[in-house]
Nanobody
Framework: VQLVESGGGSVQAGGSLRLSCAASGSTTSIMWLAWLRQAPGKEREVLAAMHITSRSIHYASSVMGRFTISQDSAKNTVYLQMDSLKPEDTAIYYC?????????????????WGQGTQVTVS
């Protein structure tokens, strides 16, 4: 499975960005799609995850109500709509996929990763 993110950039506080992640390869192996981020000096954290079969969605408390994960299954693409951005949202954002598991909040559950895209909020 290959994952390619796009859509990062710089935005002022209070603004919005939408990230995209295109999946290719053995996409039928994917059980979970998620977005994670890593800020300088911090651990990588799971922000939002979607179970492909059940369509259940989960969010970290830090982004609940501000970020929305969605999927266009026809395009094998997952999105992260980010609204009401804050300076503390500045990080490298990663798309990830997992082939199994239930601990959607555990970054070690994910088997495949995109290259990351920088988001800067000032």
């Amino acid at each position: 499975v290959q994952l390619v993110e796009s859509g990062g950039g710089s935005v002022q506080a209070g603004g919005s960005l939408r990230l995209s992640c295109a999946a290719s390869g053995s996409t039928t192996s994917i059980m979970w799609l998620a977005w994670l981020r890593q800020a300088p000096g911090k651990e990588r954290e799971v922000l939002a995850a979607m179970h492909i079969t059940s369509r259940s969605i989960h969010y970290a408390s830090s982004v609940m109500g501000r970020f929305t994960i969605s999927q266009d299954s026809a395009k094998n693409t997952v999105y992260l709509q980010m609204d009401s951005l804050k300076p503390e949202d500045t990080a490298i954002y990663y798309c990830a996929a997992a082939k199994a598991g239930s601990r959607w909040y555990d970054r070690f559950m994910y088997n495949w990763w995109g290259q990351g895209t920088q988001v800067t909020v000032s």
